[in-house]
């Protein structure tokens, strides 16, 4: 299995259309995360999806070169990310709630729309997603 | 539909069980990827199937029709499905290096574990 | 709050574990920290426990039976405090045990999260929360059985995983028929909901599938043949946590069901569970007569061990459920240790091969004493405490006429004897062979563990009283589940 592979000729079409989808791509996780809780969205699939934007890159250019972007490496995000969502439950049990209990800010702010703990534990989930993606996805591309 | 439901859940169980049980490391794969998706189809169709009446209070109303979809069902799914899509790039990667390691895809050649390995020769595959 | 914090401290832990990926000194460290706090945060559960009898926490304080309860009663507890222990020990004796490269791909991330998905599946109130943690569980032990690379890893895995992912296959098919049954998944209102139901032919169907999913995960006899050909592949270390752990998990999973949801066909599923448990323990102790392989012979008896359990919740009395407790945590504990032992074993003497080890008895009799106590307590001689454990299943087995059974179960024990006895003339009692390497020095990290868990299994064996007390107490919980219902619902109607 470790045949060396046949060099092909890059296309330029990936590399040019990726430099447009990314960033579109990458917005668009964001607002999927941030209308997640009452619509359709949320955490999980606005990490994926920025996963996978991020992926196109490491396609389009090579594994190396979205290292290379990346501010953080996969498995601190994944961390991080662990560590967001349980500190969201916990912000209850230091109000003398149950763990995990949503609580809300009560007026909402604009384009965020209304803050609470839940968006945090998202944001959490949204870390640990394109951290766990990437690491898997990296890993295997670069094997 | 229920009935269709059923019968597809059952489908997918009885082909996923016959991919499980054959020797090649790939079709094991497939028959597990199987197994999940028959799993998730008789998960779905442990709820009652409502169809059109989402679990919504109307505006105005303090309760919910008398009659609406279960949604836990498919928050399970959901959840059932976040897990195997974990579990299937673990097992993915772990075949892969199994192949690597043994050279083979059978499970006849992956006996160290229960028998000496007397050939540790790559590539020897055994007689059929 | 405090019952969250066996599943969050774990959790909090891994994921700082995974920043400091780089730096594994500071893992290790963290790794005994938790886990010596593990150990005090579930000793002070089940001290609080045993005073109220059963704690719950609705998770976002969503109501049950709508939101996902956390329950944990004496049983848990107690488990709960003894999988910390062997947490501790085992990471203590890890420090040396675990090499370098391990630690460097993520050794310490996967146990804190293995820790996490133990603690979650026993002390969740919830079957699908439970698939969850049984999930979580599997995943890192899935990594830690392949860490490594080698062949024999590599080939371990595919077997373990493939039969458990079987096993969580059949489990899930398990809760969706009984969601459609019932239409809830929160055990306590299962309990409520299950006998109101004029479906019993149905609930035995999903029983029967509960006790193949759990048979499997607990390895029980016929489904147990992942565990020999995948138990011996890791470093001890990690066999010594899975033989503590896992397998437990799952007769956890098996004594929950089977007393708070099916019991409505005992004569039927109980009979079952007897069968499998005279089966279990045969097959297991059979197995390990064959082998001459420290660890593959110590994984033989796991399963063997399995059995007894399972006796216990077979026979469905308050004295065979609070001898099957107490008879867990003693094998727990002393499997455990025995596994360190035949690590420190394959440190002297630099193989696990019984047939090329001997003469350790005039070299390390320290080593020699610490394999012989926890060997014969396996074996269940007076007055160490598996003795009490099988006199108490062997006393609940004659007094509901299983004769057969306690019969088998005593054969066993015999056997247990023999390949004990085994073991010991041959790494031990007989002179060294010629080629024999020579004996290396041995590192307190992995002595001093294995002495405090021996220390520990002995004192339950020693002092029965306190254990018997709480176990029989666990056991009464179980027999009356409606403490466990009220406390879940409390005033929901």
């Keep these: 299995m470790n045949k060396p592979r046949r060099v092909l000729q890059r296309s330029m079409m990936l590399p040019v259309a990726t430099r447009y989808l990314m960033p579109l791509l990458l917005l668009f996780s964001v607002f999927l995360l941030l209308r997640g809780h009452n619509e359709v969205g949320g955490g999980f699939i606005g990490g994926l999806v920025a996963a996978s934007a991020l992926m196109l890159y490491a396609i389009a250019e090579s594994p190396a070169a979205l290292r290379a972007l990346l501010p953080v490496a996969p498995r601190p995000l994944v961390g991080a990310g662990l560590l967001l969502a349980l500190l969201s439950g916990l912000v209850a049990v230091a109000s003398g709630k149950p763990f995990m209990t949503g609580l809300w800010i009560k007026t909402p702010l604009p384009v965020l729309g209304k803050l609470g703990t839940p968006l945090l534990f998202d944001v959490g989930v949204y870390f640990l997603v394109i951290g766990i993606v990437l690491w898997i996805l990296l890993t295997l591309a670069e094997d | 539909m229920t009935l269709l439901l059923a019968i597809a859940a059952g489908v997918l169980f009885a082909a996923g069980i016959y991919m499980v049980l054959r020797r090649s490391l790939l079709k094991i794969l497939i028959g597990l990827l199987l197994l999940g998706y028959a799993v998730n189809l008789l998960l779905f169709n442990s709820a009652v199937l409502v169809p059109g009446r989402p679990p919504l209070i109307p505006a105005g109303q303090d309760q919910p029709p008398a009659v609406y979809a279960d949604p836990l069902a498919q928050a399970l799914i959901l959840t059932a499905i976040v897990i195997s899509f974990g579990v299937t790039a673990f097992v993915v990667v772990l075949f892969r290096k199994a192949y690597a390691v043994v050279d083979s895809d059978d499970l006849n050649d992956m006996r160290c574990t229960d028998l000496p390995c007397l050939d540790e020769l790559p590539g020897k595959r055994s007689e059929q | ?493």
Excluded at chain 3, 57 to 62: A, F, S
Excluded at chain 3, 196 to 215: D, P, W, Y
Aim: with cysteine; charged share 10%.
């Design chain 3, 1 to 493: 709050m405090t019952i969250v914090l066996p599943i969050l401290l774990p959790m909090g832990m891994g994921a700082l574990s995974l920043l400091l990926w780089k730096r594994p000194l500071a893992q290790r460290v963290l790794a005994v920290v938790s886990c010596a706090a593990l150990v005090g945060v579930n000793a002070w559960l089940l001290m609080d426990v045993q005073q109220v009898g059963v704690r719950v926490v609705q998770i976002g304080n969503w109501l049950a039976p709508f939101g996902i309860s956390l329950v944990v009663d004496v049983l848990s507890a107690l488990l709960l405090l003894t999988v910390a222990v062997i947490a501790l020990v085992v990471t203590l004796y890890g420090q040396v045990g675990i090499d370098e490269g391990r630690v460097r791909s993520g050794y310490y991330p996967l146990l804190h999260f293995l820790l996490m998905g133990v603690n979650g599946a026993l002390s969740t109130g919830d079957l699908f929360n439970l698939y969850v943690w049984f999930e979580v569980l599997l995943m890192a032990s899935f990594v830690l059985i392949a860490l490594g690379g080698g062949r024999e890893n590599i080939e371990g895995a595919v077997k373990y995983v493939v039969l458990n992912l079987l096993a969580s296959t059949l489990f899930l098919s398990g809760v969706g028929l009984l969601y459609n049954l019932a239409g809830t998944l929160n055990m306590a209102d299962l309990a409520r909901q299950l006998p109101t139901l004029q479906a019993l032919n149905q609930v035995t169907l999903v029983a029967i599938l509960f006790l193949i999913a759990f048979g499997i995960k607990a390895a029980a006899f016929p489904l147990f043949f992942w565990l020999p050909a995948s138990y011996h592949t890791p470093p001890v270390t990690v066999t010594a946590l899975f033989s503590g752990l896992l397998t437990k998990v799952g007769v956890y999973a098996l004594l929950r069901t089977f007393t708070l949801l099916f019991v409505q066909d005992v004569a039927f599923t109980h009979t079952v569970l007897l069968v499998m448990a005279g089966a279990t323990m045969v097959s297991g102790v059979l197995g390990a007569a064959a082998q001459t392989d420290f660890r593959r012979l110590l994984s033989f008896h796991i399963i063997s061990q399995i059995g007894y359990p399972l006796m216990g919740l077979g026979l469905f009395t308050q004295a065979s459920l609070a001898a099957a407790i107490y008879f867990l945590v003693h094998v727990m504990l002393a499997k455990t240790a025995l596994f360190l032992v035949a690590g420190m074993v394959e440190r002297l003497q630099g193989t696990f091969d019984l047939k090329k080890l001997g003469g350790l008895y005039t070299r390390r009799l320290d080593v020699a004493v610490l394999f012989l106590l926890p060997a014969l307590s396996l074996a269940g001689l007076p007055p160490l405490s598996g003795f009490f454990a099988k006199l108490g299943l062997v006393k609940a087995g004659l007094a509901q006429g299983q004769g057969v059974l306690v019969f088998v179960s005593l054969a066993v024990s015999l056997m247990t004897l023999y390949s004990m006895t085994k073991v010991w003339n041959e790494a031990f009692w007989k002179e060294s062979p010629a080629q024999l390497m020579p004996t290396r020095s041995l590192s307190p990290w992995l002595w001093l563990p294995t002495a405090a868990l021996v220390l520990l299994s002995l004192w339950i064996g020693l002092l029965p009283g306190p254990l018997f007390a709480l176990a029989n107490q666990a056991a009464e919980l179980l027999l009356h589940p409606e403490l466990y219902v009220r406390a879940v619902l409390g005033g929901v109607p």
